[in-house]
């Protein structure tokens, strides 16, 4: 595949794929833009928020393209996946789903599996649908592209391109790397985030004031607990073990602060904070 | 106390002093700031970058102004006002503090307490010291007024009148339902940040590639982490008890996502994301 305007078709025209169509749209990338939805609403919003060209059925769609996206919630696209590649013949597939093992595994005997590249653009917002994507989406921010030699060579090389131009900084890694990463710097955040918002929502069954003193801190933290739980709740069951580790470890951590405040250990207390502050070297 | 432009002195030139000493002069509240800070580093930093008209020793300051305002750590803020109420004729105290039960306490029965106002804006960045002060600080931010009975009604109405000027949203309480809110709506949120950088950082000794994939979820979530430890240990101290009820409920409530994610009970994890959206109520 070269890399000329393309034909694409987007499947799930929501904040993801929303976003990623304005952008290829922006960049030149594409020639038209196809959607694909099975929610009638959805393809209604995309369509009048001029996300798409036109909306048509997966079938239909994925024989008049050269490019298919992917952006639909992870355990969809493992269920959609196969079928798609039997409908392929030289078009390319890509996903832009969280997680990569599970889908990995679920291809990898299919004859067409090199026309399948597993992508997974690292930003996101806490909405969804059409009406969430955003112009200017993705720009500068990582991707990571993962188990690139079981993708044929054109695959990979238009994957790059696209990518770059979408001004992405581009990795590579394989799928199980790619899940035990995302669980780290991403997955727990949103876990953290539900669980923090849970705990403050619990007390305000109580105390219904408790929120008219929140702070910018606090909306920072708990933003993510805005997030779909259709897309979310798939990523955690695909990603379980490795999320269960860095939870575990996380829960670890808050317990040494309990033991600290328990303890009246002030110092300890402080050395956990100043070792927290390490993370400047990383956030700026 | 009327509402002409005061003389202000601010003690502790860092972020949240310095912020203020900004907001004030542009608010065209001040008719001269003096500077007070025991740190001759940010005394320096607070004059070049123009926080403050002058730097002088506390008690001389104290002297000649009208308006004292406390933006210290909050284990400084408990030593040193008593010996600031002793020096005070017809001034008034105002700390800006994020803890208020021990405070009020200390100073319950000094014979100046009525010059003295609690006060918690709800403001505040990760960073700190001088350069960290920021200009528009405050705005549209709630700020609580504690205890304000215990006040003299000079004081209380000056108060007022200021955080009034600089556009926050007033509310008032009792010291010790100001702490239980600020445990549950700004200290655990520090707390998850410093446990959860602390989670990453403890990975990263064995995997250094770990923080490339980081997302702005991620940033989100972690970015509180930085705040100063100085700040933020006697914060702990001083509500503990408030800080140990929310930490053990918001263990218990990642714990009951542990145990979806190990029982694979995918609904009752789909349930519990679904009510950490509520969150959407209070933060748009």
Redesign the interface.
Known sequence: MNNDKKNIAVVGVGLIGGSFALQCRSKGLADKIIGVDFNPMHAEQALSLNLVDEMMDLAAAVSQVDLIILAIPVDNIISILPSILNLVEKQVVIDLGSTKSLLSETIKNHPKRGRFVAVHP???T?YSGPSAAVAGAFEE??V?LCDLDESDEDAVNYAKYLFGELRMRI?EMGAQDHD???A???H????????????????EKE?H???????????????????N??M??PI??QN?DN??D??????M??????S???K?N?EY??E?????????R??H
Chains 1, 2 share one sequence.
């Open positions: 690292m930003w996101g806490e921010k990582s990571i990795f035990l990463h995302a780290y710097v991403s727990i955040s949103h876990l953290s985030s539900f669980a923090l918002a849970n705990t403050v929502l619990e007390k105390d004031a408790i929120f008219e003193m929140a702070s910018a801190g606090f909306e920072s933290t708990v933003r993510l607990a805005k997030s739980p259709d979310w709740t955690f069951k379980k999320i269960l860095v939870l575990n470890e996380h829960i951590q808050l317990k040494k602060f309990k600290c405040l328990e009246e002030w207390l402080h956990l904070i100043e070792n927290a502050n390490q993370i400047r990383i956030i």
